[in-house]
Structure formats: structure tokens, C-alpha cells
């Protein structure tokens, strides 16, 4: 019993370490925005501020950046709906379904998760060019319309949807289309909050493609935002850091509220091959 108790404690204190581990840099982040630039990069360092100094965020403020949130707002949502619209009903026809050469078709869209994303960008660039859509939001998210990642986890968390609920359905009547919107989905709603938010953090937190795409100040995103709060010769890491705070405070939030779906979804994808 006494050393059941002693690896529990054990076990507790590593968690606790680890968690403590990945908050740091968060932590971090956080007290340095209340720095001035002087004390951000003073040696030796000092944990809190010795005067709190709000103008890193006057800075962000007076650069507007309300202009980023939207144009990021605008462009995670659209992104989110659409790879759940398409990643949902294909990973419904491949988990469901049955046709020619569907494990094969399968496999050869699993295996292009092993192209790097970097091989893409001349390609997807010279289409949304031909597209008419550079430098427009509409332009980030057409590349990101589908994601053959989300679309395996779906098809992974659809497996597990019970055959008898299915084929009763077949029994009444219900078409494919049917079975899919009004059993399929609503049974499903904690996988696609899971995948929703990591398609979320993706869209919001993406630098390469927007940096690529967009060219004007009024279709700025966040990323980019935060690129230019960078200086060439000398950087202000007050102001710096206070943009960051500003732009994952949203995204704690969202966690915060749906990491129930988050966790159990966990449980949900990878039953079944």
C-alpha cells in the first residue's frame, strides 16, 4: 500500500513537471509583455517586472490591430467549415460505403500526407493566381479547402458508429444522405469539435501561406501581424510579446471551452483499421 502511495506520488510529480514544463514559455510570454524593452533583455534576467508597462499594448493597439483579428476571424472560420463539410462526407464514403477500389483510392490519399507542404506552395500559388484571388482572404482559404488529415481521423472516429443503428435506418428507409446528416453527425459531435479546433489552431496560427498570398495592410492576418512587430537590427520584445499575448488569448479561450470534446475524443479515433 505505502509503495502503491509512493508511485502515485511519483507519477503526480512528474505530470506536474511536465505541465509546469509547457506553461512556462506561456508564462513567459505573458510577464515579459508587461516589460520594458531594457528589462525584457536585462542580464541577469528577472522573473517579474520591476514596473509594469502597459506600452507594448498601446502599441498594439494604436497599430490596429482589430483589422488582423477580423480578417483572421473571417479566414479560420472559413477554413474550419469547409474541411469539415468535405473531410466529413468523405470520410463518411470511405468508412461507410462500399465501392471499387475504395481502400486503394484511400491509400493513395493517405499517402500524400507524406509530400512536403513546402513542394505545394509554387502549385497552389500559380492556381490561386490563375483564380484571380491574391491578396484577397478567399485566396488563404481555397487552398485549405479539404485536409486529408482531418479526413482520416474522421473516417477513423466513423468506424466506430454502430452497423445496427445503420442498417435499422436502411430498413426505414433512410438513404445514405439521410443516415449521414441526422445519425452520423449528431452522434459524432465530440470528434468534430476535436477536429474543429485543431483545424482552428492551424488557420489562425498559420504564417507561411498568408505571408505568400496577402500583400496589402487592410487583408493582414494576425500571423503576419506579429511577423512585422519584429524589427530588422532591433526588436522591442515588450511590444513583441504583448502582440503574442493578444493573439493565442482567443485560442486558450476556445480550448477552455470545449476541452471535454477535445478529450474524449481521444478515445474515439483509432478503434477500428
Known amino acids: 500500500m505505502r509503495k502503491e502511495k509512493m508511485m502515485k506520488g511519483i507519477i503526480h510529480i512528474i505530470l506536474i513537471s511536465g505541465v509546469f514544463t509547457m506553461l512556462l514559455p506561456l508564462i513567459w510570454m505573458i510577464i515579459t509583455s508587461f516589460k520594458s524593452n531594457i528589462e525584457a ?7 517579474f517586472p520591476k514596473k509594469w508597462d502597459f506600452s507594448g499594448y498601446i502599441r498594439v493597439w494604436e497599430r490596429n490591430i482589430i483589422r488582423p483579428y477580423i480578417n483572421t476571424i473571417i479566414v479560420s472560420a472559413g477554413i474550419v467549415i469547409c474541411q469539415l463539410v468535405t473531410a466529413s462526407m468523405a470520410a463518411y464514403a470511405f468508412a461507410r460505403l462500399d465501392f471499387p477500389g475504395k481502400k486503394w483510392l484511400f491509400l493513395a490519399i493517405v499517402s500524400m500526407l507524406m509530400i512536403p507542404q513546402h ?7 500559380r492556381i490561386v493566381s490563375s483564380m484571380g484571388l491574391v491578396d484577397t482572404l478567399a485566396g488563404v482559404v481555397v487552398p485549405n479547402f479539404i485536409s486529408i488529415s482531418v479526413t482520416f481521423f474522421l473516417r477513423q472516429g466513423f468506424m ?18 439521410k443516415i449521414f446528416t441526422t445519425m452520423v453527425i449528431p452522434l459524432s459531435k465530440s470528434i468534430l469539435t476535436a477536429m474543429g479546433i485543431m483545424v482552428l489552431l492551424f488557420a489562425w496560427n498559420d504564417l507561411l501561406w498568408p505571408t505568400i498570398c496577402l500583400n496589402s495592410e487592410k487583408n493582414r492576418v494576425l500571423s503576419t501581424f506579429i511577423g512585422l512587430c519584429k524589427g530588422q537590427y532591433v526588436t522591442d520584445y515588450g ?22 470534446a477535445f478529450v474524449s475524443s481521444i478515445t474515439l479515433t483509432g478503434i477500428k483499421g
Open 41 to 47: 533583455v536585462a542580464i541577469p534576467m528577472t522573473i
Open 119 to 125: 513542394m505545394t506552395l509554387i502549385p497552389k500559388y
Open 160 to 177: 466506430g458508429f454502430p452497423d445496427e443503428l445503420e442498417d435499422a435506418a436502411k430498413i426505414d428507409g433512410c438513404s445514405h444522405l
Open 239 to 260: 511590444y513583441l510579446m504583448a502582440a503574442s499575448t493578444c493573439a493565442v488569448l482567443p485560442m486558450i479561450i476556445v480550448y477552455a471551452i470545449f476541452q471535454k
